[in-house]
């Protein structure tokens, strides 16, 4: 049985709303009641809004430990048919030291990053490496689908601090959370951190009006035109395609925004994640019109306005020295023959 659903993060709490995924019991996580009785979704909204709304029975789990977000994730007990009490501390999620080859990426996608930036970035030691290096720069913006616990000393030191974004100015938005302990004793009640359902922090039109909008994300691989697989290994599906274009979009339409996708040159095995083609089989999550720029531990590849003849040399020049020849070799036979 396929259980493979394929959308945007922006698209689903209308599966739910549409009826295309039908919802017949809907269990939630929320923080203890307040006096006047209502709850936090606490590090997650994404669909659960619309999950409350549209499923038959509504059953939550009451922790203590579900810190008490600010934002449109705030429910009333009347919306809930059964509690269950489980307190329990919510999954921590470490970051493990950077590679050598993490922080030369990361390096230089921090460089790409002008003041006044407005950042949506993932979890992972890429976007730690980012954050780190981005201590000397003043006024950024935080408008993502997660984030975790690289962007609390920035927001500390007022680096970020949302002053000169185009929406929710003065705020960091994000639709969940994830990481350590520290991280969520920092969102309890804390208004600087607003949680949005899914369909508003991912939607491009809202995305876009914040100036300098920078997406950062990740791939499997790219082919040398710029196509981006993100979700597949060939027809092996990896992962889904979550917000990666929902992102890439809206920070290419952004006044003096910047799509990313940064990614190792190589797998762990020796493989080239710079490729002619992408494998039979792989969907392309990103199309080659909506990036700006690949990085890998070998620079930084700039396609934006670049026919294919220049996107190809731009690729190979970052992909592997072991790689470089044989990708061009491949391309040009292929698009020749």
Same mark, same amino acid.
């Given at each position: ?107 230089? !996608?921090? $460089? =790409? @990053? ?9 979890? #992972? ?5 980012? *954050? %780190? ?17 690289? !962007?609390? $000393? =920035? @927001? ?9 974004? #185009? ?5 960091? *938005? %994000? ?163």
């Amino acid at each position: 049985m396929d259980l493979t659903h394929q959308f945007f993060l922006s698209e689903l709490p209308l599966l739910f709303k549409r009826n295309i995924i039908d919802l017949d019991v809907a269990l939630i996580h929320v923080s203890v009641p307040d006096k006047h009785g209502y709850c936090s979704l606490g590090v997650s909204i994404e669909a659960t809004l619309a999950a409350i709304e549209n499923a038959t029975t509504v059953i939550a789990q009451v922790n203590t430990f579900m810190p008490r977000t600010h934002g449109a994730g705030i429910i009333h007990v009347s919306e809930i048919d059964l509690f269950v009490e489980s307190n329990e501390e919510l999954p921590a999620h470490t970051i493990s030291e950077p590679s050598v080859i993490e922080s030369k990426i990361g390096n230089f !996608v921090a $460089d =790409l @990053i002008e003041d006044r930036s407005t950042l949506q970035m993932g979890i #992972g030691s890429i976007p730690n490496v980012v *954050l %780190t290096r981005l201590s000397n720069h003043k006024d950024l913006g935080l408008h993502t689908e997660m984030f975790s616990d690289g !962007v609390i $000393d =920035l @927001i500390l030191k007022d680096v970020i601090n949302g002053n000169y974004k #185009g929406i929710n100015r003065g705020r960091a *938005l %994000t639709t969940f959370l994830m990481g350590s302990k520290r991280l969520y004793d920092y969102v309890d009640d804390n208004p600087f951190i607003e949680m949005r359902a899914s369909n508003y922090t991912n939607d491009v039109s809202i995305i876009r009006q914040n100036p300098k909008m920078v997406a950062i994300n990740s791939a499997i691989e790219v082919d040398v035109t710029g196509q981006v697989c993100a979700d597949s290994i060939g027809a092996h599906m990896y992962s889904g395609v979550g917000g990666q274009m929902d992102f890439i979009r809206g920070a290419s339409l952004s006044e003096g925004g910047k799509a990313i996708i940064a990614l190792p040159s190589i797998t762990k095995s020796g493989i080239s994640r710079i490729v002619p083609t992408l494998k039979p089989g792989a969907g392309v999550v990103t199309t080659r019109s909506h990036i700006h720029y690949i990085v890998t531990e070998y620079g930084v590849a700039n396609l934006y306005g670049k026919t294919i003849k220049q996107r190809v040399k731009e690729l190979v020049g970052i992909a592997h020295p072991d790689h470089r020849e044989e990708i061009d070799k491949a391309y040009f036979k292929m698009t020749t023959s």
